[in-house]
């Protein structure tokens, strides 16, 4: 077995999975590669966890294969997988401390207990939790239950670990630190980490690529920034970020062709109607028909000639919010760069 | 008016919980209890053997009897089948119990715990008295085994003289079997229940950290299920230490407390040694709960 990184360190080949007359995964090929940080982004349903959960080996694919680093392990069981799980739930084992929750798989595998000892106390370092050992996993908060899961998890040196919504039970500020915590525990352990999230902040902030999961297949797969400035469907567009999507008769009053294109609300400028507009720019008059002040920024709701509603999102620079406020019912020119816009397929 | 009763009642929480436990904590507390007191209280008495009547004075004599060879020989017959059938309820128990908690659909569970609980609707002496005759030198039993040609084994096991007999209708085995029928659903409902309360996550978590199903099963699932394993044992154990319908009708002449205890508070009118040898399988339960929390087995409670 192989395991250069030209090698993917997760390969998927047709691979689907059917739930009865339910295509929860239908005919997915994908390439994580090796020491990657990479995000399963979808909706529920969309079967980004029933993936991880067959590169787990809970779940087997109903066709195609898995390729964990050359090796096809379709249909080995998860305890003959180096592939490990951190649940959402943590799954963490109540009748168990801490200590022995996370020297369980080298329990398992024989390891004296003495190196046993020594591994679980560079996890426990690692996961900032030293002096926890004894302690049940009852008697800890839910941030400090997820190191624990980590831990268990990290402690085995698997190949790839799997993530499976870790941070979703965890508390905003606690997530948004958890976020960067794990990016670098990443970085310091040097092991593909492969997440499942529903949560598309999370999975820009976290991950070197994203695949984005719709109705048992992937959208599309890039970098953050791609999947972002380049959203490939009209489902990417609007499940990662706010977007608005333009088509037909008034797309083609904007940038002359009736193909549809997405446009990011932050990218719109409003700009009086006597606004000089530059050549790499498009624009189209509107009247602002709602405007919702939010502090660090406003968000306008402008009805555009055509008939359609676009969303402009502005920073409160200058405004204040009865400035902004009474900018309902005005005419104003929306105008953004040429290169914002993204053409995008059905 | 209601109203105003219904508000008095709100202002008065306390109230409302003393009245709704009266009821029942009169019961449990004079019935429940005070017939247990009651018993206690006979155990201390004797029975003068010349007059044959109940003297009410303090003395440990009644208990002293209890420790006669004979007394001693049905407290450990007892006290060893009730072990033996508990065991075997547990291992016939678990995997039924973790196929309803586990794997059967919710249709099939509500099936199964009725088929579970289906013996218990009808009465316990007849389907005593049906196994009498399932058990019989002649009976439906051993017309399988003989089919099966195992009749060899049968008698093989029936020449045992600790548990054989002429026939298993006749035998301690053949009561075992009966103890181990009528007690299982005491040891199922209790597993069920706490199996159904280990996540499924815990399961997978155990194989994904390396452990094949049988260390999984070691190391998670019989330790978290054991607080319910513990509890049907309760059942099955006491009910077998205090059963005198089965001893009677199946097995040997061979005396179980039970029937001790039935003989004595009856032809013999031995109150006080009855309830002496009742306090019996109370002091076992106690000893037997005591053992089973220094081992750990409510830790996962």
Redesign the interface.
Known sequence: MTNSSSTPAIRFNQVSRYFGEVKAVDQVDLEVHDGEFFAMLGPSGSGKTTCLRMI???DRPTNGEIYLYGQDVSNL???ERS???V???Y?????MNVGDNIA??L???KVPKAEREKRVDEMLDLVQLKGFASRKPSQLSGGQRQRVALA??LI?HPKVLLLDEPLGALDLKLRQQMQVELKAIQKRVGITFIFVTHDQEEAITMSDRIAVFNHGKIEQVGSPAEIYERPASTFVAGFVGTSNLVSGEVAKRITGSEQTFSIRPEKIHLGQMEQTITTSMLFVNGIIRDVVYLGLYTRYLVEVDGGIDLVVVEQNLKTTSMDVLAARGQKVKLYWQKDHISYVGA | MLTRLSTYFYQRPKLVLWLFLAPPMLYMVVVYLGSLFALLINSFYYIDDFTGLIVREFTLQTYAQIFTPANREIFTRTATMAFFVTIASAIISFPLAYYIAKYASRRLKTWLLIGVTIPLWSSYLVRVYSWKLILAQEGILSYFINLFGLSGLLEWLLSFESFGGSSLALSPLGMFIVFVYIWLPYMIIPIQTALERV?N??V?????????PL?TFR??IL??SFPGVIAGSIFTFSLTLGDFIIPLAIGNSKFFIGQAVYSYQGTAGNIPLAAAMTMGPVAIMIIYLLVARKLGAF??L
């Not at chain 1, 799954?91 to 009748?95: G, V």
């Not at chain 2, 997978?204 to 094949?212: C, K, M, V």
């Open positions: 787990a080996g809970f069981p998860p305890y592939v490990n799980t649940f959402q739930d799954a963490l084992f109540p009748h369980y798989g329990m398992i595998k268990r998890a085995n | 996540p996550s815990l997978e978590a155990s194989s994904d950290l390396g452990a094949r260390q190391t998670v330790p978290m830790d996962a």
